[in-house]
């Protein structure tokens, strides 16, 4: 691909301050256009050492307002990143909607440096092209515009350059020991890009490739390539049909299951119970256990992962508590998952999830999760058929990155029946301190039991997967539920660390 361009290509001072005259108001209207439609976009730029990153950026700053872009820099990892799946510190990166954001270099640098330098195993780097279109994908799904520029310059123009930037004091710290080592790696890097570039050319994010040993002429394409993409994307948002309503409660979630053929929820044995005493037998072992392998999980440096999901009262907020009764307050998390606010509602649904990954050796509790995509948001209308069924897909890649980094992933789903719950939030309007517990939402969403139902038989059936299989907790029982809880994590905890 890169062989295809013209090297040679030039703009004169003069041309390329016409240009540029013509092309700021045009880009600076443009990025008006773009905060006022609420239209996420990134811009990726890749390329050789010295090739002018900086500089396309630095003419891309000058010309757009500085309140709705931000610039990212790409370095190693750091500590703290290296901690977390690769993609995690693109992920919390990536803009809300209006926004612009520029990265000088980006996720590509898993197929590219790491690669070559030997910072990754083959495995890894491998793997990262499919997480790379994944992620790609999803943000382009969501309405997220990316534009992803290659740098190209021979290695006679790179060589010259490192050598004018060393002999210039104000300049020489551009240039590296690294860079000179990569230099020599040239013919290994041209062939690694140009695998790169073959392998990660979507529809969704294309790459544009820049001939850029002429300054001017590549900033001047890079500003008129962003001047199309942003019009484009414009003009495709202002065709869009007005949303419809967020609600439609009339509508089905889901097509009911097959007449006579018990659904997975049908099959769970609810009358599973324990009595008192065998459960404060079993508890405290249970939990002692479930402590000495979450210290094995922070020294070893695994990090887990506890999703609860569940009817309203079905009793998770108290599996939670026994489960990390005994546990060193240090070494997890609890998070309670509510309906998205402020920044949450103006990013990729995924967004606030990623942000909550632990790092290795940490364990992070969700009580309620991404599922809500296929539970609360598809059933009551607030998000889109399309949103909804993209997102068994999703998710499924989300948790597959997710274990592919080490992360242990155990899903609940706690079960009960429909009288149970109605006694349940019966007996806390009846408690004054658990009052605070049911609310009319609860009652209201009660009445769409049979919505939920095939919506949350689908769920499991789809997003249940070798590495993030989901166990149907009988919760009509509390003490059974919460000790078959603690068992199940034991149990995927002890495989893990074998």
């Known amino acids: 691909m890169l062989e295809q361009l013209d090297l040679s290509e030039t703009l004169s001072k003069s041309e390329y301050k016409e240009r540029l005259e013509e092309l700021t108001p045009q880009l600076r209207m443009l990025q008006v256009e773009q905060r006022q439609l609420g239209i996420p976009m990134i811009v990726v730029f890749e390329g050789w050492d010295c090739a002018g ?23 190693e990892p750091t500590q703290e990143e290296a901690r977390r799946p690769f993609l995690w510190r693109f992920w919390t990166q990536t803009p809300a909607n209006g926004e612009l954001a520029l990265f000088d270099r980006s996720w590509y640098q898993r197929v590219l440096t790491e690669r070559v330098d030997g910072l990754v195993k083959r495995r890894q780097w491998r793997r990262g092209y499919e997480q790379i279109t994944c992620f790609e994908r999803q943000l382009a799904d969501s309405g997220t515009h990316i534009i992803k ?13 490192f050598e004018a930037f060393e002999a210039d004091p104000v300049e020489k ?84 299951t097959a007449s006579g053929i018990p659904s997975v929820l049908d099959r769970v044995d609810l009358t599973q119970s324990v009595s008192k005493k065998k459960y404060e037998e079993e508890l405290a072992p249970l939990q002692t256990r479930l402590r000495e392998l979450n210290l094995r999980m922070n020294k070893k440096g695994m990090p887990g992962i506890i999703v609860y ?15 990390v009764a005994r546990l060193d307050p240090r070494g997890y998390d609890v998070i309670s998952i509510a309906k998205p606010t402020g920044d949450e509602l103006v990013h990729h649904y995924l967004w606030r999830f990623w942000k909550q990954i632990p790092p290795d050796g940490r364990m992070t509790i969700f009580d309620r999760s991404w599922y809500g995509r296929l539970l609360v948001e598809r059933v009551e209308g607030f998000c889109s058929e399309g949103e909804w069924k993209r997102a068994f897909q999703e998710i499924n890649e989300f948790e597959d990155q997710l274990a592919a980094h080490g992360t242990v992933i155990v899903k609940f789903w706690v079960h ?59 919760g009509n029982d509390k003490r059974h539920a919460r000790l078959q809880a603690l068992r199940t994590v034991i149990d995927r905890l002890e495989n893990a660390l074998k």
């Open 173 to 256: 710290w551009r240039v590296r020991k690294e860079d000179w080592e990569h230099h020599k790696k040239y013919s290994e890097f041209l062939d690694v890009t140009e695998e790169m570039l073959f392998r990660t050319d979507a529809h969704c994010a294309p790459w544009v490739l820049m001939p850029a040993e002429c300054q001017r002429f590549a900033r001047i394409q890079v500003l008129t390539t962003l001047r199309d993409r942003m019009r484009e994307a414009v003009e495709q948002v202002r065709a869009l049909p007005p949303k419809p309503s967020q609600t439609n409660p009339e509508a089905p979630a889901a097509p009911p």
């Open 309 to 323: 999901e569940g009817w309203d009262a079905a009793g998770k907020g108290g599996n939670i508590k026994r489960l």
């Open 149 to 161: 520029f290659f740098l190209h310059i021979s290695k006679k123009e790179q060589k010259q350059r």
């Open 53 to 75: 990153k900086g500089e396309a950026i630095s003419s891309l700053a000058e010309i757009l307002d500085p309140r709705g872009f931000k610039v990212h820099v790409t370095f």
């Open 416 to 474: 009960i029946d429909r009288d149970e719950q109605e006694r349940r939030f019966k007996a806390r309007e009846a408690t004054p301190h658990k009052r605070w517990k049911i609310t009319a939402e609860d009652w209201r969403n009660r009445e769409k039991w049979n919505l939920y139902e095939p919506a949350a038989v689908e769920m499991l059936q789809r997003t249940s997967t070798p590495h993030a299989p989901w166990t149907i907790i009988a």
